[in-house]
């Protein structure tokens, strides 16, 4: 059952975490499978499926429509008969906004009034000192007047310099547009002092016109849909149209009382808008005078700067085709990425999220993606409404196998940081995440792989996972499923073919349990950057593109190092009323930061004024580089916004909690010298943290980033007693510790790629820190290798026995090459003897996910390389045990062998237990 439509309106919290509760997380807890909707079946089928899905483990489907089974009688049918079964379940549904991403419903595609639309401009040379008659120039890019286009303006200014026009060139990308505009080299500068209206001569196509002396420019600026069809996202008339076609064609009035009582978000993924030129809306000139005070119509040449408002857009803005003498051009298309980010929130994402809550549900988005819109912010305004904030793995840049040295992996982090700062500023504690997206990567990912994804993304303050995802399927799918996405991007998961399903349910469960505790009380981190930017920019997706992504949006990693936890904040978010505490604390009630880092020229005057006052308050501050100077806009040009700008930097200045320094890998010293102490501190490796304050409780995440296991001595503020919570088995222990100082000392052991929660009570007295201590033993050998394959093939499974195989890559094994399934390992190993307390087996590499037994005692899953697998005592005494490793590979390797996969990204992975494999002994003792 859903919230009350009031709470709907707000983010939602939790202020407690129960011992049972953690144990056994509710369905709420549990993660989310987006679940493929590809082609028209029988509603009997898809409840097979939520039923497979649930037993699974997972709390929540997403429906994720496709045109070919969409707004319907048969879709409307089979979505209520899962709404129904669901509620009976207790999974809840949520469900796309339509069938393609951005929006899209026909009365809102191009050619409606509701289609997005673009301004393009097209410009004529003239020779200024006589009296003329110009005909008005059109588009550069459509010269023959094929599209239907409107007038918005005519305008002139004279040149100082001509540059090179943008030019048009075939798209390399597979998907969206054909074409692409390339900027050109330099812009064509503009005499700021010449701008002149011109629309109110234009007569029959025509200005008449007696311009100065020199060389002019005379502009005509040009509305019309844009090609891609999509729904407006600036207008509110055009979103209103839209959810008004869901309503009655995607939801049916048949479902609107099921879908309140099972149903939880609508959600609304990436939207990867394309314009050949600037994201416009009929009333955009209106909405920019009441915004920015000032005609923006003389300034319209400035506003272009090619690629700004395409998918993904470049990581630095490029040259724009027109620039003003004065150098104010970037402060002008300034003001204008503001705009558009206004009216995509006021816009568009309230009005769904008003919109769902009229339905009993949340509106779920990932907010600003890929565009040229401010990312914090929008997500701030979002949950504040009670939105819910949600990444994704692949627009993150997080890939499989994880590793530190990837060319994404320091973006992906501070892009979801962006996220997650924007929702912690608005007060939500879930932020979603669209896990396991990855281009060339179709039947290749594993268990093991999205656990180590998830975990880099908790470290960053991500919350739930919804898995990409789950296909549906029809009695004619090919083996092994219909595939979402040409069996390109993975993956489309089924119950039926995929060896490793059989192993969901303990990763699930461990899912919940982080889910859990990182949604529990109010998030805390200890630094701001702030940031003023209108480049969402995105990592590509592809292996080669991916090194051309963002290297990250600054260098954090000396503060990592030192344990400070980082957040990003825009400017408005810094002038919010409500975001200086009375000690000086940005977002009081929220984050809580505790520093600034600016690392600016200009900022927005209110933002200064923000900055001076907080740092009086007890806000530290360090500037990065010289201080901002000037107004990072335009505002009509009143100069006293920059000298508001430098007076209030200046004020700040002189106080005594404010440094600077030259870079940003100096800020964590000076942080230190002003006496700003992580809540989480270390010194070393570059770990990553998250921390929760419930109540007395605080719940610390330490999550290790690189390739090798680390131990560090780690530092927590607040005195009180530890425990650790094991995500795995949902128990707590206590945790060994020392306390001195107000702050909790302890040893934490990490493994690679890996991280460990605690738990530190502030209201624990004194207790007696006895724990066990381990120490390792002998080596017992193995012996008498065996195994067995069990195939997962497009005819029939067949079983393949190797008598003396051991483990290896199954690619090196003659027999076994081209094949996945489950493969049963076993060996003889010598029992533990006297003394030894008990066993640990470790696995080595893996290919795939373990469950290990010994006679009728299980262990596991395991599922990454490295794992150490507890045994306790199930080989005590003496004499010699099997021992069975059980592993489900991916079904990459199978479905190359088929020829379903070729080219380039048709390559076979590793497979199965590759090892070495250790079994060791340990014995325990008492320690004071």
């Not at 007693?721 to 000392?745: I, K, P």
Request: charged share 25%.
């Amino acid at each position: 059952m859903p919230p009350d439509d009031v709470h709907l309106h707000l983010p939602a919290r939790r202020d407690a975490l129960s011992a049972d509760r953690f144990n056994t997380p509710e369905l709420s807890d549990r993660p989310g499978m987006r679940w493929w909707w590809q082609s028209p079946l029988p509603p009997a089928e898809l409840v097979r499926e939520l039923h497979a899905i649930a037993d699974a483990g997972f709390g929540e489907v997403e429906i994720a429509f496709s045109p070919g089974f969409w707004a319907d009688d048969a879709q409307r049918a089979a979505l209520g008969a899962v709404l129904a079964e669901a509620e009976l379940l207790g999974v809840g549904v949520a469900m796309t906004l339509g069938s393609e991403w951005p929006v899209r419903t026909p009365n809102t595609t191009k050619g409606t009034k509701h289609a997005a639309q673009e301004l393009q401009y097209g410009v004529t040379r003239i020779a200024g000192g006589e009296a003329q008659t110009v005909p008005l120039p059109p588009a550069f890019d459509d010269t023959e007047r094929g599209r239907p286009s409107r007038l918005l303006a005519v305008t002139a200014a004279r040149v100082l310099t001509w540059g090179a026009a943008p030019t048009i060139v075939p798209s390399e990308q597979p998907f969206g547009p054909r074409t692409v505009i390339v900027p050109p080299e330099a812009s064509t500068v503009l005499d700021s002092g010449s701008l002149v209206d011109l629309t109110a001569q234009v007569e029959d196509g025509s200005v008449a016109w007696s311009p100065r002396e020199g060389e002019w420019a005379l502009f005509a600026f040009w509305s019309r849909d844009s090609e891609q069809g999509a729904t407006s996202f600036l207008d509110r008339a055009a979103a209103a149209a839209a959810m008004e076609y869901l309503d009655e064609h995607q939801i049916g009035p048949e479902n609107l009382d099921l879908l309140r009582r099972a149903g939880t978000e609508l959600f609304e993924d990436s939207l990867e808008l394309n314009a050949d030129s600037l994201f416009w809306s009929p009333g955009l000139l209106d909405r920019f005078r009441e915004r920015h005070g000032y005609d923006p119509t003389p300034y319209l040449p400035v506003l272009f700067a090619q690629g700004m408002c395409r998918y993904w857009v470049p990581n630095e803005e490029p040259t724009p085709d027109f620039d003003l003498d004065n150098g104010i051009g970037a402060r002008i298309r300034r003001d204008y990425y503001r705009l558009v980010t206004d009216l995509y929130i006021s816009d568009h994402l309230l009005l769904v999220q008003e919109w769902s809550v009229g339905h009993g549900l949340r509106h779920k988005a990932q907010v600003a993606y890929g565009q040229n819109l401010e990312p914090v912010r929008s997500n701030r305004e979002f949950v504040r409404a009670g939105g819910r904030a949600e990444a994704e793995s692949l627009n993150s840049g997080d890939r499989a196998p994880v590793r530190r040295d990837h060319p994404n992996w320091r973006f992906a982090l501070d892009w979801q940081r962006s996220i997650v700062g924007g929702a912690h500023q608005g007060g939500a504690t879930r932020i979603s995440t669209e896990l396991g997206a990855q281009f060339g990567a179709a039947f290749a990912l594993t268990l093991g792989d999205l656990r180590q994804m998830l975990d880099k993304e908790w470290a960053a303050g991500i919350t739930k996972p919804f898995v990409h995802g789950f296909g549906t399927q029809g009695p004619d799918a090919p083996w092994p499923t219909q595939s979402r996405f040409a069996d390109f991007v993975a993956d489309t998961w089924n119950d039926t073919h995929y060896p490793e399903w059989q192993n969901w349910r303990p990763l699930t469960d461990y899912w919940a349990r982080g889910t859990l505790v990182l949604e529990t009380g109010t998030p805390r981190t200890d630094v701001a950057i702030y940031r003023d930017a209108f480049l969402t920019t995105a990592a590509r997706g592809f292996g080669e593109e991916d090194f051309t992504a963002p290297a990250g949006l600054a260098d954090t990693e000396a503060l990592e190092r030192s344990g400070y936890s980082v957040q990003y904040l825009d400017p408005i978010g810094l002038a919010d009323a409500d975001a200086i505490g009375a000690d000086g604390t940005l977002f009081p009630d929220g984050p809580s930061y505790r520093a600034l880092l600016v690392d600016e020229r200009a900022i927005a005057p209110a933002a200064a004024e923000a900055l001076a006052d907080a740092a009086e308050r007890g806000l530290r501050v360090v500037f990065v580089g010289e201080p901002p100077s000037g107004d990072s806009g335009f505002g009509g040009g009143d100069e006293g916004r920059s000298d508001l700008v430098r007076e209030a930097v200046g004020r700040a200045l002189f106080l005594p909690g404010v440094a600077r320094v030259e870079e940003m890998s100096q800020a964590a010293a000076a942080l230190r010298d002003l006496g700003v102490v992580p809540r989480a501190s270390w010194q070393g490796p570059p770990l990553l943290t998250q921390w929760r304050e419930a109540g007395n409780r605080r719940y610390v995440l330490v999550y290790n980033p690189e390739g090798q296991a680390r131990s560090v001595e780690l530092s927590l503020e607040g005195q009180g007693a530890v425990q650790e919570l094991d995500l795995v088995s949902g128990v707590s222990s206590a945790f060994r510790f020392t306390s001195v100082w107000g702050r909790t000392l302890l040893t934490l052991d990490l493994p690679a790629l890996g991280l460990r929660v605690l738990e530190l009570d502030l209201t624990a007295g004194e207790i007696e820190n006895l724990l066990a201590d381990s120490v390792q033993g002998a080596e017992l050998p193995l012996a008498a290798w065996q195994l067995r394959v069990e195939t997962e093939e497009p005819e029939a499974s067949r079983t393949i026995e190797l008598e003396g195989q051991g483990p290896a890559d199954w690619r090196s094994v003659e027999a076994l090459s081209g094949l996945s399934g489950i493969g049963t390992y076993s060996a003889l190993v010598a029992r533990a003897g006297k003394g030894a307390t008990g066993s640990v087996l470790e696995l080595g590499d893996l290919a795939g996910s373990a469950v290990v037994r010994i006679g009728s005692r299980q262990f596991g899953p395991a599922y990454v390389s490295g794992s150490v697998v507890d045994l306790g005592d199930a080989l005590a005494g003496e004499g010699e045990s099997e021992i069975e490793i059980e592993v489900c590979t991916s079904l990459r390797n199978a479905v190359v062998a088929s020829g379903r996969i070729q080219g380039p990204h048709g390559v076979a992975v590793p497979q199965g237990l590759i090892g070495p494999v250790r079994v060791r002994t340990y014995s325990t003792r008492g320690i004071e």
